[in-house]
């Protein structure tokens, strides 16, 4: 068990509220850290190579994630363009050939 504090008003659903803090060894926390926290079963993120984002439901008291692509790193970003472009060449000297033959008709 551990406690979480949700972060208020960024979510009007009691159904989805966004975790701020987790608190996995509770024991050492003042009374004033306790304040305002709920305990709960935390469960374990899939591995699914997304990226999970922990929401507390309060009407079933329980934890859950949402996950969401990875951003491709900027790196990978200029490696995708730069595979592009060898087909992209391609296709506008095929174009350019093509305007060509429409001219000399």
């Known amino acids: 068990m551990a406690l979480i504090r949700v972060l208020p008003g960024l ?8 975790v701020g803090s ?10 004033e850290l306790k304040a305002g926290t709920i305990e709960v079963f ?21 934890v859950f994630y949402e996950y969401t692509d990875v951003p491709v ?4 970003q ?4 730069k595979a ?5 060449e391609r296709r506008i000297a095929d174009l350019e050939l093509a ?5 000399t008709l």
């Open 73 to 76: 790193p900027l790196e990978g």
């Open 42 to 62: 935390i469960p374990v993120p899939e591995a699914n190579g997304k990226m999970p984002t922990m929401f507390y439901n309060s009407v079933k008291k329980s």
């Open 84 to 88: 592009v472009i060898p087909s992209q």
């Open 22 to 31: 987790i608190y996995y060894v509770p024991e050492g926390l003042s009374d």
């Open 11 to 18: 979510s009007g659903n009691p159904e989805k509220q966004i």
């Open 99 to 103: 305007l060509a033959d429409l001219f």
């Open 78 to 81: 200029v490696d995708q363009l």
